[in-house]
């Protein structure tokens, strides 16, 4: 139910008794636009007819941030989180539906503790992948975090959902390193690990932002890296052999070493590979010599570096780039981006490939990311986490349309591409990556007053498999009446069914 603007008001006076009035910012602030629009990188969702909160709250402590839940309960206004605002769908600040909500954004709680004796940090759920990998390596050299590429996510929407990265093969998943969580939940009561109780404890680790709570910081484990890493860019076209060489990637790829990590991005008629290997550049030469001799890698391939200069150079292409670049926030509007994902669990043919390709040609609107699985990520058992994309799964794939303006082009091409792959996909449910969300593969329906199971199941099995069920039936646990809900959000399941 949308609650009355009388509601709205009682709300944002409830909030004034608890919380600064600097830290709760409505649209007559002069700030208000800005702090919304600082963590929107889709010009899609930042328009006249977006839906937009009714205020932003900006909270610097746990307790600003119970006081939003619980005046939040009681006028019956959501609350929406962000940390980074990555959302592939913008559900951390914007609602597809007309909804009175108010977006909390974590931005400012952003510390990061890194324990070097134990091997361990503290990172608060405002903080960036970047700002976590830059404070790890400066604090305590030798030791890193296994998270992903794009340093201005937030770690409290990549953690919540998985954390896929370049050395997931060797360390796992950023979820399979968290060891202890404090998260506010449904009735603002601030909890750890502990308190949490295993159900919840093992929900919020995988099964996706946005359902279960609040989660303010993160007790990860850090891991080993040796002073120099190397890093090689290798791009073959279609006329040097990319097909043949991606067809033979899927299977070797997954079966490496786990201190070799290779992935794909397929665009613009050519396959770029990039290879990060933990340790120096005659050894991984060596080894792709004999392993993967289709790519040619010589010495001239090779740029070592600190692992830390590693997390910037694969997105600058340059080694010359400053790892100070990890502390920058900013994002801006940029490009209008679709996204969709898949898994893949049986190589594709070279004969496949060849369709494949011509799908990236000159003028196509996007591009195709291939991320290796196996090693250690392929080994944890499937319901260890919600995230069940485990033994057997060769690599995920995701599709990222671009364009600008009012143009069709792009979702155009990445639908037609994605119903394309369909046949050469997992499927039965044909998988899906829960970050890297995508509401067409189905939106819930409230039904009096509380999201369908059935409506939740239909894209719910997709990101989580089997272990959808216990995430249901943990929401029903722990936030019966569905207070954290969105248009993707883990129904509760009051009984087993
Ligand atoms: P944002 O703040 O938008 O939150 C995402 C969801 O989590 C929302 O539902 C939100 O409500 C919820 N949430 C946020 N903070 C929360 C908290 N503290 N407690 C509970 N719920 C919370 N992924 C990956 O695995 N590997 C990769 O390499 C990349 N690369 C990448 C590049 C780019 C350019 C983008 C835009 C995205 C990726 N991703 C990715 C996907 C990324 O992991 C995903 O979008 C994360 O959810 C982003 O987290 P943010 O905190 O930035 O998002």
Known sequence: SVPSLAASGDFLQCLSSSIPSERVLTPSSPSFTSVLVSSIRNPKFFTPTTVRPLCIVTPTNASHVQAAVLCGRRHDVRLRVRSGGHDYEGLSYRSERPEVFAVVDLANLRAVRVDRAAGTAWVDSGATVGELYYAVAKAAPGLAFSAGVCSTMGLGGHISGGGMGMMMRK??????????????????????????????????????????????????????????????????????GAANAVTKWQALAPALPE??????????????????????????????????????????????????????????????????????????????????????KQAITKDTWEKIFPWFNSSAAGIMILEPHGGRVGSIADGDTPYPHRSGVLYNIQYV?????????????????????????????????????????????????????????????????????????????????????????VPPLLSRK
């Open 259 to 344: 201190d070799l990590s290779i992935r794909v991005i397929v665009q613009n008629q050519h396959a770029l590979f990039q290879t990060l290997y933990l340790g120096g550049c005659s050894a991984l030469v060596r080894a792709m010599s004999s392993l993967f001799p289709e790519l040619g890698m010589t010495r001239a391939d090779c740029r070592e570096m600190t692992w830390l200069q590693s997390t910037v150079y694969i997105n600058s292409g340059d080694t010359e780039t400053p790892v100070e670049t990890l502390l920058n926030r900013t994002t801006s509007l940029s490009t209008f981006t679709k996204n969709k994902s898949d898994y893949v």
């Open 171 to 240: 360390y796992g998943l950023s979820i399979d390193n968290v060891l202890d969580a404090t998260l506010v939940d449904a009735n603002g009561r601030l909890l750890d690990k502990e308190a949490m109780g295993s159900d919840l404890f093992w929900a919020i680790r995988g099964g996706g932002g946005g359902n279960f709570g609040i989660v303010l910081s993160w007790k990860v484990r850090l891991v080993p890296v040796p002073p120099t890493v190397t890093f090689s860019n290798i791009q073959k076209t279609i006329d040097q």
């Open 401 to 489: 349309a671009f364009w600008t303006g009012n143009g069709t082009d792009g979702p155009n091409w990445i639908s037609g591409l994605y119903n394309f792959m369909e046949p050469f996909v997992s499927k039965n449910p044909r998988g899906a990556y829960v970050n890297y969300r995508d509401l067409d593969i189905g939106e819930n329906t409230v039904v009096g007053g509380v999201t369908s199971y059935e409506t939740g199941k239909v894209w719910g099995e997709s990101y989580f498999g089997a272990n959808f069920q216990r995430l249901a039936v943990t929401k029903g646990k722990v936030d019966a009446s569905d207070y954290f809900r969105n248009e993707q959000s």
